[in-house]
Structure formats: structure tokens, C-alpha cells
């Protein structure tokens, strides 16, 4: 069982940035993603980032002001997240894989237990 353990929320004012990271157990490397949910929302992909670290974004929302990347021999990812607005308030979440750096929830076997991202106004 992987074990992923997020890190790296808070709050922060409009325009701000924050880094969050996701740090999975074990030596084996998986595909990893960034979701959120906002409430009353269902969960929306953010980011994902293949084994040997090729990126991959969601549209518009992100573009341009998040940027994920990897540390294999830390077994982590993170996201650099710029110009934040209060729109992506949420509770972030990653997510690992072996089935490839989807877009799709289903494609991801293990979730961490979520960070708190809340940007004011």
C-alpha cells in the first residue's frame, strides 16, 4: 500500500504563491497528479506528471501560473502555484499510479488525505 503525504497549503492573499508537495512511500516511482475539490464542487484534475517527467495541465485553469515537477529520489512531486486567485480555493489532493499521468480520477490507485489551499480576496 502507497502512502502519499501532502504538504504545503495554507492561506494566502489574491496574486500570492505557495508550493505544495506530495511525498510517496516506498522506492517504486508512479505516475503522479494534482486534483482539487472546491466545496460543493466535484473533484477537477489540475496537473499530472508522468514517471520520467513529462508534465501535463488542465486547460486555461492552471495554464501558465501552476508548474508541477518531480524529485525521483525523493519519491516526490510538487506544484508551484503563482498568481493565485480565489478561485482556486480547494482542497488539493495527489494522487499515484502505474497507469499513466491521466487526466481521469480512475486512472490513479492511491490519494493522499488532502491540503487546505484558501486564497482571499
Known amino acids: 500500500q502507497v502512502q502519499l503525504v501532502e504538504s504545503g497549503g495554507g492561506l494566502v492573499q489574491t496574486a500570492g504563491s505557495l508550493r505544495l508537495s506530495c511525498a510517496a512511500s516506498?522506492?517504486?516511482?508512479?505516475?503522479m497528479a494534482w486534483f482539487r475539490q472546491a466545496p460543493g464542487k466535484e473533484r477537477e484534475f489540475v496537473a499530472s506528471?508522468?514517471?520520467?517527467?513529462?508534465?501535463?495541465y488542465a486547460e486555461d485553469s492552471v495554464s501558465g501560473r501552476f508548474t508541477v515537477s518531480r524529485d525521483n529520489a525523493k519519491n516526490t512531486i510538487h506544484l508551484q502555484m503563482n498568481n493565485l486567485k480565489p478561485e482556486d480555493t480547494a482542497v488539493y489532493y495527489c494522487?499515484?499510479?502505474?497507469?499513466?499521468?491521466?487526466?481521469?480520477?480512475?486512472?490513479?490507485?492511491?490519494w493522499g488525505q488532502g491540503t487546505q489551499v484558501t486564497v482571499s480576496s
Open positions: 516506498g522506492r517504486a516511482l508512479y505516475a
Open positions: 506528471i508522468g514517471r520520467s517527467g513529462g508534465p501535463y
Open positions: 494522487a499515484a499510479g502505474l497507469r499513466g499521468a491521466g487526466s481521469i480520477p480512475g486512472v490513479y490507485d492511491y
